[in-house]
């Protein structure tokens, strides 16, 4: 119903930079809540950031604020996560994921139905 294709993961250095993509389609993108996880080995998956259906409320976890920057573009039904300021706590598998049930709050992995296949971040130092 929903199908979200990620990209833009891969290695960075410390201080670096990277962009992380997420394509919605099957929905009318406009619909859905769009969050960001990510989950490091042995670790459980943690929520990073989420941006609602109006573009305009965004939530970001303690850990990523100040350097991470969540976006839409509703003409490309793709969400953004721009990650400055990289750090190697930040390596992990970063999945994107929807909400189309409109299910309260924002930060837990149960309140969204569909999710991308993950993509890898390492950040060494």
């Known amino acids: 119903q929903v199908q979200l294709v990620e990209s833009g993961g891969g290695l960075a250095q410390a201080g670096g930079s990277l962009r992380l993509s997420c394509a919605a389609s099957?929905?009318?993108?406009?619909?859905?809540?769009m969050g960001w996880f990510r989950q490091a080995p042995g670790k459980e998956r943690e929520f990073v950031s989420v941006i609602k259906r109006s573009g305009t409320t965004t939530y970001y976890a303690e850990a990523v604020k100040g350097r991470f920057t969540i976006s839409r573009d509703t003409a490309k039904n793709t969400v953004y996560l721009q990650m400055n300021g990289l750090e190697p706590e930040d390596t992990a598998v970063y999945y994107c994921a929807a909400d189309s049930r409109r299910i309260p709050g924002f930060s837990s992995a149960t309140g969204y139905d569909y999710w991308g296949q993950g993509t890898q971040v390492t950040v060494s130092s």
């Open positions: 099957g929905r009318t993108f406009s619909t859905l809540d």
